[in-house]
């Protein structure tokens, strides 16, 4: 089955419903939408003649004409090529090249990077820049009348993994990855109804994005800031117009939006349900978060090859507080969703004991097809089944996993493993610390040494001693930092996940 019929099928049952907004404005109802959509494909398919699995590349902002680039694309049977908007050109380009894609939508500025280099870069032939004339007249088209039929093992979304060792892959997620994701997120995550809204607040090439599916089957609204990123203040307003506002944020989104709440003060009741994943949510934050914004959360782990679908932290356990081992579960990331398994393995692909730490494992209809021609990395990642994650976690006897860090984070010193979360969690503890990322350091006699990254609260001054004392008094001494520098920001990348490749550069600077 085809996403797209997701949307037309909202806009025959509900055409009436507002659909999309650009902050508090109304731009249309399901039914202009779907007819947008529509025309986008009739576009694609009849006027520059693209055949289903053809790729159509999406470089644009959060914008609202997102939306109806995507289904679309799909409408005609294409495959969306997402590209997160920060990216520098040059990266832009490998991915364009890599995935063939022909015709690419962008926002001004990015078409504008890219065009100097369009002379040399034969692949993409055609680009489409919303506002422009060249971009309305599509909407001048004929419709296509349905939606081309789409298997559910064929292509919808290849999405280029951040690529911080060797150059990006391109993940296949197929429809049925995708409907696999929609159907997990309304028995795990949230039973999203009409009278929703959804601000796009975070990147819509990513985990912002794939929350619309939910959204379009409910026939809910579409929210794109008007700043088109995320800013507090302004979500905090809409939220209070709206109401009933979902987002997703990255955990150190949702620790600005808290921050802003305890200090400038703002009413949290216009939101409905944050889901937060991408990267470590650590035990003090989600507590600050569910103190200050009341118990509005629910956790998500995934990543591009099984997309937002391995486990989730449903509002049941955020608020279960009076459960023996809740200090443990709200730093985990929640039980398998509904509809895949889970493991954690040794290396040889074998469960590990309860608790004990190994690779997280994951199987069922959620896991990608593939990487974008590239078997052998296919084949290195899923093996029996099974799609090796990459990341290091443990499972306790209820089933909830923690995860510790990526397999390339573990700080390895003296022969033993240091997971950095562990130490970050203890150093945010301290009550001047607003964050911390904790790296490894080469070290000739210990092979690597711990260094703690911290940022204070409000840039007053810090002392490495209490620091010191504090990590002395929780866990072992061979896991202290050596090393303690204070920054005044993290390095983040616009999906919020703090670098820690740019802090080991910086640390070899
Ligand atoms: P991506 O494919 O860009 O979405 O990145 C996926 C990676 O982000 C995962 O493999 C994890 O390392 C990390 N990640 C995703 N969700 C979470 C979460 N809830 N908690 C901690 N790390 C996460």
């Known amino acids: 089955?085809?996403?797209?019929?997701?949307?037309?099928?909202?806009?025959?049952?509900?055409?009436?419903?507002?659909?999309?907004?650009?902050?508090?404005?109304?731009?249309?109802?399901?039914?202009?939408?779907?007819?947008?959509?529509?025309?986008?494909?009739?576009?694609?398919?009849?006027?520059?003649?693209?055949?289903?699995?053809?790729?159509?590349?999406?470089?644009?902002?959060?914008?609202?004409?997102?939306?109806?680039?995507?289904?679309?694309?799909?409408?005609?049977?294409?495959?969306?090529?997402?590209?997160?908007?920060?990216?520098?050109?040059?990266?832009?380009?490998?991915?364009?090249?890599?995935?063939?894609?022909?015709?690419?939508?962008?926002?001004?500025?990015?078409?504008?990077?890219?065009?100097?280099?369009?002379?040399?870069?034969?692949?993409?032939?055609?680009?489409?820049?919303?506002?422009?004339?060249?971009?309305?007249?599509?909407?001048?088209?004929?419709?296509?009348?349905?939606?081309?039929?789409?298997?559910?093992?064929?292509?919808?979304?290849?999405?280029?993994?951040?690529?911080?060792?060797?150059?990006?892959?391109?993940?296949?997620?197929?429809?049925?990855?995708?409907?696999?994701?929609?159907?997990?997120?309304?028995?795990d995550v949230d039973a999203t109804q009409a009278g929703d809204g959804l601000a796009y607040a975070a990147p819509m090439s990513h985990a912002s994005g794939m929350l619309n599916f939910p959204h379009v089957i409910a026939g809910a609204r579409h929210i794109v800031p008007a700043s088109g990123g995320f800013e507090s203040g302004e979500l905090l307003e809409l939220a209070a117009h709206h109401r009933n506002v979902s987002l997703f944020a990255a955990p150190t989104m949702v620790k600005r939006l808290v921050d802003y709440i305890e200090h400038d003060g703002g009413d949290a009741s216009g939101f409905k349900t944050i889901v937060y994943g991408g990267g470590p949510m650590y035990g003090e934050d989600i507590r600050q978060a569910l103190r200050v914004m009341g118990n509005r959360f629910c956790q998500i782990y995934g990543q591009g090859e099984s997309p937002m679908t391995i486990t989730a932290l449903g509002r049941h356990h955020l608020q279960d507080s009076l459960h023996p081992r809740y200090a443990q579960r709200i730093t985990s990331v929640g039980v398998a969703q509904t509809l895949v398994e889970l493991r954690v393995c040794d290396p040889a692909g074998r469960p590990v004991a309860v608790d004990e730490s190994g690779e997280v494992v994951v199987r069922g209809p959620s896991v990608m097809k593939g990487y974008w021609n590239n078997p052998e990395a296919t084949a290195n990642t899923i093996r029996d089944g099974w799609l090796f994650t990459g990341d290091v976690g443990s499972l306790d006897e209820d089933g909830f996993l923690t995860l510790k860090d990526r397999s390339k984070d573990v700080i390895i010193s003296g022969g033993s493993n240091i997971y950095p979360r562990e130490v970050e969690e203890v150093l945010l503890r301290h009550p001047q610390v607003h964050e911390v990322s904790v790296v490894g350091r080469k070290h000739q006699e210990w092979g690597e040494v711990v260094v703690a990254f911290v940022v204070s609260k409000n840039g007053g001054a810090m002392d490495a001693a209490e620091l010191d004392s504090l990590c002395l008094q929780n866990i072992a001494r061979f896991k202290r930092p050596k090393e303690y520098r204070f920054v005044e920001a993290l390095p983040k990348s616009n999906y919020g996940k703090v670098l820690k490749t740019e802090l080991r550069k910086l640390m070899a600077e």
């Open 1 to 187: 089955m085809n996403l797209a019929e997701l949307l037309r099928r909202t806009a025959r049952v509900h055409p009436e419903r507002p659909a999309l907004f650009h902050g508090e404005q109304l731009l249309c109802d399901y039914r202009a939408l779907g007819r947008r959509a529509a025309c986008v494909g009739g576009f694609l398919r009849h006027r520059l003649g693209m055949a289903p699995g053809d790729r159509v590349a999406i470089w644009m902002s959060n914008v609202p004409e997102y939306l109806e680039v995507l289904y679309g694309a799909w409408f005609a049977g294409l495959i969306v090529v997402p590209m997160n908007s920060k990216l520098h050109w040059k990266e832009a380009s490998f991915i364009l090249q890599d995935s063939g894609a022909a015709i690419l939508f962008a926002s001004e500025h990015m078409a504008d990077a890219l065009a100097p280099h369009f002379a040399q870069d034969k692949t993409v032939k055609a680009v489409f820049v919303p506002g422009t004339n060249g971009y309305t007249a599509m909407y001048r088209t004929e419709p296509l009348s349905e939606p081309l039929f789409r298997a559910m093992d064929d292509v919808a979304w290849l999405f280029y993994t951040s690529g911080t060792t060797g150059r990006p892959k391109g993940v296949m997620d197929t429809h049925g990855n995708l409907l696999t994701m929609i159907a997990c997120y309304f028995m």
